[in-house]
């Protein structure tokens, strides 16, 4: 059997995977995707893309399928007593170039299923049904081996497939699992009741925080009930919810999923090995699902690898760039772990008894991560720093500075009348534009292709 040549072999075809093969796709590098799975996804796990991931998307022209299918939601409240004790949605309006000023609440499956048919339409379908069996490194190169048989020599192999990676466990990269004895049930479903239905995340403050109402695209809703124990059945879940609502009621017309969790937190210790295999998503880092972080992680883990392998295989950059991948991101995983965990052990522990409110304080304070427009690489200023998302003239026509942007390039923002006297590299794209609402008093700014500033020249 002849062995496949291929760019990059991704393992794993979950959001991360898929995402990270689209973006390859865009940026002409050849791409194979492998999973065991027959298909996407087609019910549960994450549930909402936060404003940061909006504006990845929008780069890559995911956004307005997606926006259409969603829902928007930027406000959290608490119920108690019979009654709304706490609305919170202004933390949303100090976000700075924050163009999409909310969570889209949209289902993980519709991800998966865009962007599959993505890479169908590009002639680079996922190989379902099939397993890894050996990833080997060689001198220059990668040599999978498939479960069919099927060999595939590659620069890079990227591990992104899930918290029980073969990837990471085949290479020995230490995961240490911490468990705090928290375990949810998750109900997704249409519901009925006489609870006015709000557009909003409702935390209910009962006995505890124990129950949070979320809402979802077109007619389901979520539920997550803290339980505390791995055996319980849907009815003691709905019981506690009920309970929470008093003196209203719910019930279930249709459940489209019910599963158990229990919280698990984890960065892997490494999240490369020697610049040839890399982890991204789950396979790397782990944790409650508390802020919703976890999907939208891991695709910013796609966005800031996949132009950095770009970038060493079309444009001949220097390797040490794929080093910074691990640099930038495990502290960011790192992060979204000190988040989200303070934010579950919330619902448990509260000195005052005041669980729910305690939970949406601690959303207002750590929003930065929440929405993701906290996240920044290094401590240099306006470098490392996203692109803020502001209105430009480009010129005969006004836009959104992120429409220009192209995930394949970096992009050389030149400002009104600043002349570029200096060689453009056929990897730059340079877009002439003027605005009097610039949040930016530099004449030209160079942007990665992730959308994070690279340098500024005066």
């Known amino acids: 059997m002849s062995t496949l040549i291929a760019d990059v072999v991704i393992v ?23 999973d065991k799975s027959t298909g996407p996804l087609e019910v549960g796990r994450a549930d909402a893309l936060n404003a940061r991931t909006l504006q990845l998307l929008k780069i890559v022209g995911l956004f307005d399928e997606l926006y259409s299918m969603g829902k928007t939601c930027h406000t959290s409240s608490v119920w108690a007593d019979g009654k709304f004790v706490s609305r919170q949605s202004e933390w ?22 865009l962007v599959d048919r993505k890479l169908k339409e ?40 899930g918290s029980r990676s073969f990837v990471r466990e085949h290479f020995k990269i230490p995961f240490e699992i911490v468990r705090p004895q928290i375990v949810w049930a998750v109900i997704d479903g249409v519901v009925e009741t006489d609870f006015k239905k709000v557009p909003e995340i409702i935390v209910f403050q009962s006995n505890t925080s124990d129950v949070a109402w979320i809402p979802r695209e077109g007619n389901l809703d979520r539920f997550y009930v803290r339980m505390d124990t791995k055996d319980f059945t849907f009815g003691q879940a709905l019981s506690k919810i009920n309970r929470a609502m008093q003196p209203y009621s719910l019930k279930f017309k249709d459940i489209v999923w019910f599963s158990r969790f229990s919280v698990k937190e984890s ?77 579950v052990r919330s619902t448990k522990d509260s000195k005052t008894g005041t669980h729910a409110l305690d939970y949406v ?55 009104d009348d600043y002349e570029v006297n200096f060689n453009i590299p056929e990897f730059v794209k340079v877009i002439p534009v003027s605005s009097k609402n610039s949040p930016y008093k530099c004449k030209a700014i160079l942007v990665r292709p992730d959308s994070y500033i690279e340098s500024i020249m005066m």
């Open 122 to 161: 590009l002639g680079s379908a996922v190989v379902r049904s099939t397993s890894v069996d050996n990833i080997e490194i060689k001198m220059d190169s990668c040599l999978t081996t498939l479960s069919n048989g099927v060999k595939i020599k590659s620069n890079y192999v990227i591990g992104a497939d």
């Open 12 to 34: 794993g075809a979950g959001p991360v995977g898929l995402m990270c093969a689209y973006l390859g796709q865009l940026c002409g590098l050849q791409m194979i995707i492998v």
């Open 267 to 343: 960065v892997a210790e490494k999240f490369s090995i020697r610049d040839r295999i890399f982890l991204a998503g789950d396979a790397c880092h782990i944790h409650s699902v508390n802020g919703g972080q976890g999907l939208n992680t891991g695709l910013a883990d796609a966005f800031n690898l996949i132009w950095k392998i770009h970038m060493v295989l079309k444009h001949g950059k220097l390797d040490d760039l794929l080093k910074t991948y691990e640099e930038e991101r495990k502290p960011v995983a790192q992060s979204v772990i000190e988040t989200s965990g303070q934010l």
């Open 92 to 113: 949303w309006d100090q976000l700075e170039g924050c163009f999409h000023k909310y969570f889209l609440m949209l289902g993980q499956s519709y991800i998966e299923k």
């Open 361 to 415: 304080r601690l959303v207002e304070k750590h929003s930065g991560n929440i929405t993701g427009m906290g996240i920044r690489y290094g401590n240099q200023g306006l470098v490392g720093t996203r692109l803020y998302d502001f209105e430009v003239s480009n010129g005969s026509r006004t836009c959104r500075v992120y429409s220009l942007l192209d995930y394949s390039k970096f992009a050389l923002l030149v400002f």
